[in-house]
């Protein structure tokens, strides 16, 4: 298998597991777990191969979450379920813990240069996210409201 389909196969169920994982202990409906791994693969996908194109990696987060949210609305509404399920699940992947993290680990240590660059980044990481999945829910809605017409 070529290095990249191993890195490929690796990032999905990566992201997968995790969010399946992450699904459980917030206690979703069993049901939703299957859809909730695949919205969150593929929207990590979606993310990790545009980065691997070159693109920054805030606007690789921005589509990803984009595109999780649409899915996740898409599937919210086949399996008549809140849209939420799926999109907590689907920004599990990027959302920037360990940032986070080694930011307090270097504000602690008296690095602050170091922890306030972390910080910047994963504070522009979260705004991507949050960007990504309003307008996905913003464009759904438009186009919901379309069809209803």
């Known amino acids: ?3 990249t389909l191993s890195e ?3 990032a999905f169920f990566g ?3 995790g969010a399946v994982g992450f699904a459980m202990l917030v206690h979703v409906p069993k049901r ?3 859809p909730s791994g ?3 693969g593929l ?3 979606v993310y990790w191969l545009l980065t691997q194109a ?6 690789g987060i921005f589509i990803g979450s984009l595109f999780g949210s649409l899915t996740g609305q898409i599937c919210a509404r086949k399996l008549k379920m809140i849209g939420t399920i799926f999109l907590m699940s689907a920004i599990v992947p990027v959302v920037p813990g360990l940032g986070l993290y080694r930011m307090m680990a270097f504000l602690g240590e008296g690095q602050t240069t170091a922890g306030v660059d972390l910080g910047i980044q994963a ?3 979260i705004a991507m996210i949050a960007l990504g999945t309003s307008m996905g829910s913003f464009i759904d809605r438009i186009i919901q409201h379309q069809t209803v017409k």
């Open 1 to 3: 298998m070529s290095d």
């Open 38 to 40: 695949i919205i969150a």
């Open 123 to 125: 504070m522009i990481t």
């Open 8 to 10: 490929l196969l690796r």
């Open 43 to 45: 929207s990590y996908l």
């Open 54 to 59: 070159g693109l920054p990696d805030p606007m």
């Open 15 to 17: 992201a997968f597991i």
């Open 32 to 34: 939703s777990w299957l």
